[in-house]
């Protein structure tokens, strides 16, 4: 199957390989693809949301290197997913069990896996429904728990596999991510900047 796009006017189509590569020539920007192979392209995000970004990354990762159970990604890491979409969530993890079973080819491309937690923060910018699709289709796709987070509302998405969703309002709590990530705890407190 190839990917549809247009540059300047003229329609562009690639493969999987192409794709990959278009990324990596254009590593300044956020692109990914959804289930009918569109392009979607976004900017670099902005300072304040690129802090809160890594403050959930930061407190992730430590609590993955204490447990060792599997591993973090970033925000710049592309996942292809069963539906054959190529997303990229704004704090991942996966664990190691999944992350073995992938060829050492796959580990260094848009792996064909979907992580087991992801995160996607809201910027100002962004529409609150395209997220939320956005974190339906990780459920669909295989994500057993997924949290949005939206600051500005201090409010928390909570997608669960199975679940409908819930929300969580105020950020002076721990947000945790039992039974997925068993001892994990957000401190949503440290994200506002």
Same mark, same amino acid.
């Given at each position: 199957? !190839? ?7 003229? =329609?562009?189509? *690639? ?13 300044? !920007? ?17 300072? #304040? ?31 292809? !997913? ?13 664990? *190691? ?11 260094? #491309? ?41 600051? =500005?509302?201090? #409010? ?7 679940? =409908? ?29």
């Amino acid at each position: 199957m !190839l990917d549809k796009i247009i540059l300047r006017g003229k =329609e562009v189509q *690639m493969t999987d390989d192409e794709f990959f590569a278009f990324c990596q020539a254009n590593a300044d !920007l956020n692109i990914e693809r959804n289930a009918q192979r569109e392009i979607i392209i976004m900017s670099p995000t902005g300072s #304040k949301t690129g802090s809160i970004n890594l403050k959930i990354a930061y407190q992730l990762e430590a609590w993955n290197e204490k447990e060792g159970a599997g591993i973090v990604f970033d925000s710049s890491t592309g996942f292809t !997913l069963p539906d054959q979409s190529i997303r990229s969530p704004d704090a991942s993890w996966l664990s *190691m069990e999944k992350w073995k079973q992938l060829t050492p080819d796959q580990q260094e #491309k848009f792996a064909p896996v979907c992580p087991e937690f992801v995160v996607e923060l809201k910027s100002k910018n962004d529409r609150l429904d395209d997220l939320q699709a956005k974190m339906e289709s990780w459920l669909q796709n295989g994500a057993q728990l997924g949290w949005l987070i939206v600051p =500005e509302e201090e #409010k928390v998405y909570i997608y669960e596999a199975g679940q =409908e969703v819930r929300q969580h309002q105020g950020f002076q709590h721990q947000l945790a991510a039992d039974p997925v990530l068993p001892g994990f705890r957000l401190n949503l407190s440290k994200l506002m900047v």
